[in-house]
C-alpha cells in the first residue's frame, strides 16, 4: 500500500445511540442488496449498512455531509469543513465519531467524488478508508477491486484543479471528470499520462468496450473524461461512464457536487450529520444552485442517530418530482396519491 492514513476509532468513542430505524425501508434494501453481514464494528457502533443496488444507467450515489444546526458547512474565517464537526468542544469525540461515518461509507464505496476546493484546502488527500479495523476487509469481505476507492476528481474547465497535488500520487485509480475545454487545459499544463476517454457528447457516443477493465488492470491508472461541449459538462453522461467503469457506489464528499446531482435527481442518500455549533455567515452547502418553493427535491429520514447530546446524526432518502401541485406523495418508494 502507498502511504495510506491508518487511524484508530475506538468504539466507546465513535459509538451512536440509534433513536430512529425506518425497519420498513431497511428489510426492503436487504432484500434486493448483494452486501454481506455488516461489520461487527459497524454494527456495534453505528447499526446495520446495507445498500441497494446501483440504477442500470449510474452509480447508486451517497452524501456525506456534516453541517452546523445553522445549517453551514465552514466557520466564515476558516473554510475547512471538518472544524463544523471538529471545533465541536462540548462533544470532542462526537466530531471524531461524524468522521468515522464518513469512514464507514469510504469503506463500502467504489469510488469518491472529490471537489477541486477539497484539493485547494488540503494539500493532502487521501479518501481511502482511514479505520483500520475495516480498511483489510475491503478486498476479501466486500470483494472490492481495490483497497483505496478510486478518486474522481470533478470540475468544470479544469482550470481550479491543482495539478500538482499529492492526490495524483496516491496507489489507486484516479480520474478527472471535465468538459472539452477541461480536457484540453488539463492535458496542456499536466506531465500526467492520463488515457483519455472521449470528449463525448452523448450516451451513444461512448466507446463501451475501451472502457471495460480499465479500473481494474491497475491501481495507479489515470483517466481524464471529457463530457458535453465546450466549457460545460454533462453529469448524467460522466455518471454513466463511471459505471461502465465498474463504480457501482459512488460516494459524494463535494456538497456542490452533492447539490448539483439533487438537481438532475442524481443522488440518491445524504449521510448529513449536525454539529451543535453555530457557525453563521453564508457558506452553506447550496449556496450556488437554488431550487424553487414549489419545485424542490425532498427526504425522508431512515435512521437518526446521537452522540452524547451534542452530534445528530442521520440517513435519509431523496425522493423527486413532489410539487405542490400534484400533491403526491412516496410511501416504501412508491407514488400514491
Known amino acids: 500500500m502507498n502511504n495510506f492514513t491508518l487511524l484508530d476509532f475506538p468504539v466507546e468513542k465513535v459509538k451512536f445511540k440509534t433513536l430512529m430505524r425506518n425497519e420498513d425501508y431497511f428489510k426492503e434494501v436487504k432484500e434486493t442488496s448483494s452486501d454481506p453481514a455488516t461489520p461487527d464494528k459497524i454494527l456495534e457502533g453505528y447499526g446495520e449498512v446495507q445498500f441497494p443496488p446501483a440504477p442500470n444507467d449510474r452509480p447508486y450515489t451517497f452524501a ?10 465552514s466557520f466564515p474565517d476558516d473554510s475547512h469543513g471538518d472544524l463544523i464537526a471538529g471545533n465541536n468542544f462540548r462533544d470532542p469525540d462526537g466530531g471524531l465519531g461524524d468522521y468515522w461515518i464518513l469512514n464507514i ?19 493532502i488527500m487521501n479518501a481511502n478508508c482511514f479505520d483500520k479495523d475495516l480498511a483489510d476487509l475491503r478486498l476479501d469481505y466486500l470483494k472490492k477491486k481495490h483497497y483505496c476507492p478510486a ?19 496516491i496507489d489507486a485509480p484516479l480520474a478527472i471528470g471535465t468538459s472539452p475545454a477541461g480536457v484540453e487545459y488539463v492535458k496542456k499544463n499536466s506531465d500526467i499520462d492520463f488515457k483519455i476517454i472521449g470528449p463525448y457528447k452523448s ?3 461512448v466507446d ?3 472502457l471495460k477493465g480499465l479500473f481494474e488492470a491497475k491501481s495507479k ?7 458535453g461541449t465546450g466549457s460545460k459538462t454533462d453529469g448524467p453522461l460522466l455518471m454513466y461512464i463511471l459505471k461502465l467503469l465498474g463504480i457501482e457506489r459512488l460516494l459524494i464528499e463535494s456538497p456542490s457536487y452533492m447539490t448539483y446531482l439533487m438537481s438532475i435527481e442524481s443522488m440518491d442518500e445524504m449521510f448529513m450529520n449536525y454539529s451543535s455549533v453555530f457557525a453563521a455567515g453564508k457558506i452553506g452547502f447550496g449556496a450556488f444552485l437554488d431550487f424553487g418553493v414549489n419545485d424542490h427535491p425532498h427526504s425522508d429520514f431512515v435512521q437518526i442517530s446521537l452522540h452524547n447530546v451534542n452530534f445528530i446524526a442521520t ?7 413532489l410539487t405542490n401541485d400534484n400533491a403526491i406523495h412516496m410511501i416504501t418508494g412508491k407514488l400514491v396519491k
Open 64 to 73: 456525506s455531509i456534516v453541517v452546523s444546526v445553522d445549517g453551514k458547512i
Open 105 to 123: 461509507l469510504r469503506f463500502y464505496s467504489d469510488g469518491i467524488i472529490i471537489g477541486a476546493k477539497t484539493l485547494i484546502d488540503n494539500e
Open 151 to 169: 478518486h474522481i476528481l470533478v470540475s468544470f474547465d479544469g482550470t481550479d484543479i491543482p495539478l500538482k497535488h499529492s492526490v495524483f500520487d
Open 203 to 205: 450516451k451513444e457516443e
Open 208 to 210: 463501451v468496450e475501451e
Open 221 to 227: 491508472q489515470r483517466l481524464l473524461i471529457g463530457t
Open 315 to 321: 440517513r435519509q432518502r431523496m425522493i423527486y418530482g
